[in-house]
C-alpha cells in the first residue's frame, strides 16, 4: 500500500502563504544534517540546509517575499512569469546570492549564470544538475508545445547523501526515466501545461524517488494519483497541496 504523509508540522513564525496561513514544512535528514523543506505555493519551494538558504522558482503572488529568509542560492527553472518573477528575485536577494537559471530566464532576469541541460554546477556548496524540462503532448492552439525541448531546466540537488529532483515544467519525457538514486521528487501535475497524474505515476514507477512531493498542481486532483500509485509502497507520496494562485 502507498504511504501517504500529510505535514509534519507547520511553521507559525515562518513562511506564508498570500493570505498569511502558514506554509508546510518537512525535516529530512541527510549525512550532513538536516534538510527543511518548504512549500511556498504553485511551483516555488525552499531548502534550508546547513546554514543556507535556497529558493527556487519564487513568485510574489503566493507569499510575502519581504518576510522571507534572503536567498543564497536562487535557482529559475524557465521564463515564463509564474516561474521567473524579477520582483520577487529582487526581494530575496542579498550582495552574495548567486543565482542559476536557463537562458531564456537569463534574458529575462538579466542576471544569473546560465546553465544548459546537461551543464552542472556547484553554487552555495550545492552541487546542481541541469535537466530537461518541456512538453511532448501538451500544446497550444497553434501546434507549439507550452514549453518546448531545450528551453526550459529542472535540476537535481545534491545535499549530503540525498539527491534532490525539482522538474519544473515537464511532461513524463524519456529523460526523466534515466534519473538515478533520486531521493526526493517534485512533480508539477498541472494540466495541460505539465503532467497528468498518470504522467506522474508513469514517471515515479520508472525512476523511482523514494519521496515523491506532487507539486504546481492547479486544479488537478492528487487522490488520483494515489489511487494510481496503490501498488507502489517503495514510494512515498507526500501530498501538500499548497494553496495554488495561478496566473
Do not use: Q, W
Not at 22 to 43: F, K, N, Q, Y
Not at 183 to 203: G, H, I, K, R
Amino acid at each position: 500500500m502507498v504511504r501517504i504523509l500529510m505535514p509534519l508540522f507547520f511553521l507559525g513564525l515562518g513562511p506564508v502563504f498570500a493570505d498569511g496561513s502558514p506554509c508546510p514544512a518537512d525535516v529530512i535528514d541527510t549525512s550532513e544534517g538536516p534538510l527543511r523543506i518548504t512549500m511556498i505555493g504553485h511551483a516555488s519551494l525552499m531548502f534550508e540546509f546547513d546554514g543556507r538558504v535556497i529558493h527556487v522558482d519564487p513568485f510574489t503572488r503566493v507569499s510575502d517575499y519581504d518576510a522571507l529568509p534572503r536567498a543564497d542560492l536562487i535557482l529559475i527553472t524557465h521564463e515564463h512569469g509564474d516561474h521567473c518573477d524579477p520582483l520577487a528575485v529582487e526581494k530575496i536577494s542579498k550582495a552574495e546570492t548567486e543565482i542559476i537559471l536557463s537562458r531564456a530566464a537569463f534574458d529575462r532576469l538579466g542576471s544569473g549564470v546560465i546553465l544548459e541541460n546537461g551543464d552542472t554546477a556547484t553554487a552555495s556548496g550545492i552541487r546542481i544538475e541541469a535537466v530537461p524540462a518541456y512538453n511532448i503532448r501538451h500544446k497550444r492552439d497553434g501546434g507549439e508545445p507550452y514549453h518546448p525541448g531545450g528551453r526550459g531546466n529542472g535540476y537535481v540537488l545534491t545535499f549530503g547523501d540525498r539527491r534532490i529532483y525539482i522538474a519544473g515544467d515537464t511532461e513524463n519525457i524519456p529523460e526523466m526515466k534515466t534519473l538515478e538514486k533520486i531521493d526526493v521528487a517534485f512533480l508539477p501535475m498541472n494540466v495541460p501545461y505539465t503532467m497528468t497524474p498518470e504522467m506522474v505515476a508513469d514517471a515515479a514507477a520508472a525512476f523511482r524517488p523514494k519521496i515523491l512531493y506532487p507539486y504546481h498542481e492547479g486544479d488537478t486532483d492528487p487522490d488520483r494519483l494515489i489511487r494510481l500509485l496503490e501498488n507502489e509502497p517503495d514510494i512515498e507520496i507526500r501530498t501538500r497541496n499548497p494553496r495554488e494562485n495561478n496566473p
